[in-house]
């Protein structure tokens, strides 16, 4: 069965450094999708990265960087000069199909990120 | 454009009580429908989903169940509700084609006492 593993439960860092989420996921399919959430404290989970298994090249989006890694299975997440809007839940979260066009988004138990000020 | 709405945001109810929450789509049609469940300090945890009107499928046996009346409304449900219902509940939705993220309401709080 699929699983997504965030070891990490509670990470606190002082802002203006960097940080690394880890992510370590499971499955038995060759073709699925990784995400990465974010929780402020507001509750809603926005949507930040999509990466599918084919793709093994790390993206950057400003202070964020994924590195996917298939030989590890694992998906991290890289803030970079971290600041204090940083501070939410995160989760990685991986789909696992159902039926055609159908899938499940089975997630990790995300990583609290506290950065002070 | 797609937005979902979830209501209410927050609740407070007796053991015992019934439980009705809400969930619609706007913005497009036929979509994969999700309601997931936040305990203090847990991870989400994929409670039913729906790939059409009246086709509900449970992940875990438990206290609720779900409804799709309309092909954009989703609603969870209890008869009556017990202490362990606490929790986040957040309802999602994704495309029915392609790969492609869940997007999220903004939950709903819901206290048992």
């Known amino acids: 069965a699929q699983k997504v593993t965030q070891a990490q439960t509670e990470i606190s860092v002082v802002e203006k450094e960097d940080v690394t989420l880890d992510c370590v996921y499971e499955?038995?399919?060759?073709?699925?999708?990784l995400f990465w959430y974010k929780q402020p404290p507001s509750g809603e989970l926005v949507f930040l990265i999509r990466?599918?298994?084919?793709?093994?090249q790390n993206e950057i989006s400003g202070r964020y960087s994924w590195n996917f890694q298939k030989s590890t299975s694992s998906f991290n997440f890289t803030i970079t000069a971290s600041q204090v809007v940083d501070s939410a839940v995160y989760f990685c979260?991986?789909?696992?199909?159902?039926?055609?066009?159908?899938?499940?988004?089975?997630f990790g138990t995300g990583t609290r990120l506290k950065v002070l000020a | 454009s797609q937005t979902i709405h979830q209501w209410p945001a927050t609740l407070v109810q007796p053991v015992g009580s019934p439980l009705s929450l809400e969930c619609t789509v706007e913005?497009?049609?036929?979509?994969?429908l999700y309601w997931y469940r936040q305990a203090a300090g847990r991870g989400l945890q994929l409670l039913f989903y729906?790939?059409?009107?009246?086709?509900i499928s449970s992940e875990v046996p438990q206290n609720l169940s779900a409804s799709r009346p309309q092909d954009r409304q989703f609603i969870l449900s209890s008869k009556k509700l017990l202490l362990s219902d606490s929790g986040f509940y957040l309802c999602?939705?994704?495309?029915?084609?392609?790969?492609?993220?869940?997007?999220f309401g903004q939950g709903t709080r819901l206290t048992v006492v």
């Open positions: 499955t038995r399919d060759t073709t699925y999708y």
């Open positions: 999602a939705w994704s495309p029915r084609a392609g790969w492609t993220e869940a997007f």
């Open positions: 913005g497009t049609s036929n979509p994969n």
């Open positions: 979260a991986l789909s696992e199909p159902i039926t055609s066009g159908t899938y499940k988004y089975i």
């Open positions: 729906s790939v059409g009107i009246g086709q």
């Open positions: 990466r599918n298994s084919f793709d093994e």
